[in-house]
Nanobody, 115 residues
Framework: QVQVVESGGGLVQAGGSLRLSCAAS????????MAWYRQAPGKQRELVAA???????IYADSVKGRFTISRDNAKNTVYLQMNSLEPEDTAVYYC?????????WGQGTQVTVSS
């Protein structure tokens, strides 16, 4: 059974940094794309960053230059390094693992940025 588990959220002041981790079960991890999404209160879930199996990345315009997505296939883990955090980054952050035609989501981790 595939499992995706996020960790690393918390409360941080504006300008600070956090690193989120997403651990996926199963040996299928290295062959599939992974992505981070976020959902703020009253808003739709939005894509933050994604990484393919070969390491190509894309980012939302709002986080370019501040966030970095990376993966460690040996550890079955994808990371989201978040720097220069802003109050607008406050949201629940979710990890998604793609195994076409399915997608598997984690339970989310809360990130709160205080001004």
């Amino acid at each position: 059974q595939v499992q995706v588990v996020e960790s690393g959220g918390g409360l941080v002041q504006a300008g600070g940094s956090l690193r989120l981790s997403c651990a996926a079960s199963g040996r299928i991890f290295s062959n599939n794309g992974m992505a981070w999404y976020r959902q703020a209160p009253g808003k739709q879930r939005e894509l933050v960053a994604a990484i393919t199996s070969i390491g190509s990345t894309i980012y939302a315009d709002s986080v370019k230059g501040r966030f970095t997505i990376s993966r460690d296939n040996a550890k079955n883990t994808v990371y989201l390094q978040m720097n220069s955090l802003e109050p607008e980054d406050t949201a629940v952050y979710y990890c998604r693992l793609d195994i076409p035609p399915y997608s598997f989501w984690g339970q989310g981790t809360q990130v709160t940025v205080s001004s």
